[in-house]
């Protein structure tokens, strides 16, 4: 049985600050279609079986051994000092 959904809770627990103030966090429930420069900075935790979403898995067909890798990504956007 994978750990996936308790490492995610973990890492959503955690509260980043930056320039001393909390970082806004949006998971994969939550994340907005878009995110305005004023709603920066804003930190964005994803999970997927891959990167693009192509996990690795194999299979072994005669026995029950799988492999799946899953990639968690954990993204902070900051605005640019100048424009």
């Known amino acids: 049985m994978s750990n996936l959904p308790a490492i995610f809770d973990n890492l959503l627990a955690v509260v ?5 103030a909390p970082v806004s966090l949006y998971g994969p429930d939550t ?23 192509q996990g690795e898995f194999g299979h072994i067909a005669i026995g029950t051994m799988a492999d799946v890798t899953w990639t968690v990504l954990d993204l902070l956007l900051i605005a640019p000092v100048a424009q």
């Open 16 to 20: 980043v600050d930056y320039a001393g």
């Open 31 to 53: 994340t907005p279609d878009s995110i305005a420069d004023a709603d920066l900075p804003a930190r964005i935790l994803l999970y997927g079986a891959g990167r693009g979403g």
